[in-house]
């Protein structure tokens, strides 16, 4: 609005004008603004993702090397004490990272892949295709979710592929529902009607009419379902039917090691042995929380007052 | 509320170099640059300019009110010897409701549902003691009975949902002068109410106001209504005034350019021109939503490098129409016809070529463009998908359009948030305009537009068409549009085509009730206008 003509002419209209920033700026601009639990659980999250990342390196010990002395405690040569048949606890944590992480982010991927798709192709249809998908859902739903893993996981086997497999088809029903919610809204606006008239494909109406307009509930959703399918490998882990020794994972070491905890009275770290693994699952799931609110608090509009 | 005789010159608001800056996308920025007012006690002043002039930001700043994201810089606003930059907020909420009074835009979204409308009216009046209750509810129904609200005895016991928005808007007023305030700011009350409706408003407000003698600051984009209301006018733009005068003198010979272009702004009307060779005719069309049948019968032909303008009220069937002809809604029987061939009836069997050549601009600009797309995106779209074009050839032809559209490249990577209505509005033409399209149907493009920015886009419309030779079937319900763009006119009731003729012949007389009704309630430029109109209408509005 630098020039302003005498009359009205169609390009000096006051419009909300932004200024041009470049995407690094405007990330800057965004963590500037973030509040100390966002950078929190920012800090936390890349602390984890370095660690699975680098678990070689950090590591001192081999995922599977045995050690001579069983339940070794604390300090010495290794910091954490060995567990029941002489592994380095530190060590494992370590792996256990890396591996409980990479199979819930495959398996969340993988759920919203089937059940965004779907949700969207619900959401534009609307047809009989939708009613079929979504009752179907609906009874994927009435289910108890970890009976119903419990029960595959008998069927097919616990190998990891089919680990991720069906958690992910389970969790998919929670996209699914999600994304059709929101992409409902979307679906009947007149950009969308005008692509339709266009002659637009499905595809194209789903990827760039549609999926741009819901990602950030989608985002924040994910961060969600990745604590969800977490918590619950941890759990299918702590039962035995998650993932298989020697792969080191946090929920069965809670499990293998959970005998230590009567031993609190002779030594209080042996207590906190079993604990630890128990710890890094509620960490991170804490923080990944802190920045999906800080998230969901950016995208939903609200204004702070100035 | 002041029960001494008041003197007509005495000044009750007076604001000096006022500024006020608003917070957006991370900074501040001036909305209001330094504004002088100055109203006395009885006077009505109207503000006026575009949208995004600063009126409603001044006209809250002069409650001493800011809204969330401003923050008032500068200058100084006294109300009656009240200083209200420096006044706490508590002695503000003692002036509001009941020495200032404010009437907002849209009065459905502003009562309370689940409160019915006498206890609202009264509430002010009431609970800051200015008289005991049971005379506040005689007196609002004196107000309701001077605002000519029927039944005035009892449709204070209605809910908001149970009356009409025009009926709603007046018990705001009501309610605005229940405790006899000194000012009362009327931001645009009568914007979103229909040409009908509007004169009995406006007829209703003018009359109270003049007779408790209260100041009013009256804000609005429409010219016409502002000449009918204001002693004096003032003219923003860009936050800055560009001239105030009283309303005669500012109408007969106004200083600035600026207002001038404003004042010009009802005189835009096409010569019209007959047609014969018909591109697209519908033919005995007949279609239902459900169960429920919309059109009956639905005969219109549409000749080739003309304008056929569709009127009616809403729920007539003009936008359906609109739907068979794009095929969004298949008819029952009848059929479309286009440069000889009729067209399938449902959307997925016609051809690329046919959907190309049938363009559509919808009403809201805001939701018919994709909020995550650049404007390169959006209009670059139909020149790849129909045209084929790619890499450089597709940018030229995106500034080249931008062009054609009286806007520049600097448009081409800002998202649809970033644009002002008209260009937002402009950037919808564009994508229709991209698909070289042989007919492009307009659904009340302009109705959601400031008059002056409606003014572009028809003149825009109408240039394009004599550069192109484009069809356009334009749906409307505003008679100051029809008159400037259309050749032919389709007037549609209840589901039917009235008549279908040339706009000399539609327009003129005899009339139809409706039409007569339509036609008389449009504001003009003058200032006797609604005096006028309303000692014509022997029954009163």
Known sequence: ?306 | MSTEPVSKDRILLEMRDVRIDGFSDERWHQIIKGVNLTLRRGEILGLIGESGAGKSTLGKAAMGYTQPGCKLTGGSILFDGIDLVKASDAEKRRLWGTRIAYVAQSAAASFNPAHRLIDQTVEAATRRGIRPDAESRADAVQLFRALQLPKPETIGSRYPHQVSGGQLQRVMTAMAMSPRPDLIIFDEPTTALDVTTQVEVLSAMRNIVEEFNTAAIYITHDLAVVAQMADTIKVLRYGEEVEEAPTRQMLTEPKQAYTRSLWSVRALEKPEVKGDDIILSIDHVDAAYGPFKVLHDVNISIPRGRTVAVVGESGSGKSTTARVITGLLPPLSGSVIFNGEPLPAALKDRSKDQLQRIQMIYQMADTAMNPRQTVFDIIARPLEFYLGLKGKAREDRVVELLKMIELDESFMDRLPSELSGGQKQRICIARALAAEPDIIICDEVTSALDQIVQEGILKLLLRLQKEFNITYLFITHDIATVKAISDEIVVMFQGKVVEQGLKSEILSPPFPDYTQLLLSSVPEMDPDWLTNLLSARPDGP
């Open chain 1, 1 to 306: 609005m630098t020039d302003q003509p005498d009359t009205y002419a169609a390009a000096a209209e006051v419009g909300a004008v932004r200024k041009r920033r470049t995407r690094l700026e405007r990330v800057g601009l965004l963590l500037k603004s973030a509040p100390p639990s966002a950078w929190f659980g920012m800090i936390v999250v890349t602390l984890y993702i370095l660690v699975a990342i680098f678990a070689d390196v950090i590591a001192p010990y081999g995922e599977a090397e045995i050690h001579p002395v069983p339940f070794a405690p604390w300090g010495g040569e290794f910091l954490f004490g060995t567990d029941q048949i002489g592994r380095d606890v530190l060590t494992r944590l370590i792996y256990g990272a890396r591996n409980t992480m990479g199979i819930a982010l495959a398996t969340t991927m993988l759920s919203f892949l089937i059940g965004g798709g779907l949700g969207l192709v619900a959401a534009i249809n609307r047809s009989w295709l939708d009613q079929f998908l979504s009752r179907f859902v609906d009874v994927l739903m009435a289910i108890p979710s970890l009976i119903f893993a419990l029960m595959l996981l008998s069927i097919f086997g616990s190998t990891v592929t089919s680990l991720i497999m069906i958690i992910a088809v389970l969790d998919s029903t929670r996209v699914f529902r999600l994304t059709r919610a929101v992409a409902v809204n979307v679906a009947v606006m007149d950009y969308v009607e005008a692509a339709k008239l266009r002659g637009e494909g499905l595809s194209w109406i789903m990827r760039r009419e549609i999926l741009p307009n819901i990602l950030p509930p989608l985002v924040a959703e994910f961060g969600l379902r990745f604590c969800f399918v977490f918590l619950t490998i941890a759990a299918l882990s702590f039962l035995g039917v998650g993932i298989q020794p020697p792969t080191a994972d946090w929920g069965s070491m809670v499990r293998e090691n959970a005998s230590l905890i009567q031993f609190a009275k002779y030594d209080i770290t042996a207590a906190i042995t079993p604990l630890l693994p128990a710890a890094a699952i509620a960490l991170l799931t804490v923080a990944v929380n802190f920045i999906v609110d800080w998230f969901l608090h950016k995208t939903s509009g609200l204004r702070d007052e100035h």
